[in-house]
C-alpha cells in the first residue's frame, strides 16, 4: 500500500502495457477539487511558479550539491506559504472518499 492508501491491486496494466491505476480508483481519488477563494487554493497558486521556476533551475544546475540546496529552499518556503496544511487537506478529502 502506498502513502496515499492505494494497494497493490488497484493497479492494472492498460491497452498500452503500462502500470496505471484501475478507472474505480481514479474515480475515488482524482480531481479534488479546492475552493475558489480557500487557503488551500490560495497556496497552490502560491506554490505553481516557484515550483516551475525550480524545475528549470534544478535542470541548469551545475551540480547534485546545487539541486539539492536548491530542492531544501523550495521545500522551506513551501512549507511558510502553507503546504502543510494543502497536505493535510487533501489527505482529508481522501479519506472521506475512502469511506
Do not use: C, H
Not at 487554493?41 to 540546496?69: C, F, G, Y
Request: no cysteine; hydrophobic share 40%; proline share 1%.
Amino acid at each position: 500500500m502506498d502513502g496515499w492508501g492505494i494497494r497493490d491491486e488497484d493497479y492494472i496494466v492498460n491497452d498500452s502495457g503500462k502500470l496505471d491505476m484501475s478507472k474505480e480508483i481514479k474515480d475515488k481519488f482524482a480531481n479534488i477539487a479546492l475552493g475558489d477563494n480557500s487557503n488551500e487554493a490560495l497556496t497552490v497558486a502560491k506554490i505553481r511558479t516557484p515550483l516551475n521556476d525550480l524545475v528549470v533551475k534544478a535542470i541548469v544546475a551545475d551540480s547534485d550539491a546545487q539541486i539539492e540546496q536548491l530542492y531544501k529552499d523550495a521545500i522551506a518556503q513551501f512549507e511558510l506559504d502553507g503546504l502543510s496544511d494543502l497536505e493535510k487537506s487533501v489527505q482529508a478529502a481522501i479519506d472521506a472518499r475512502r469511506k
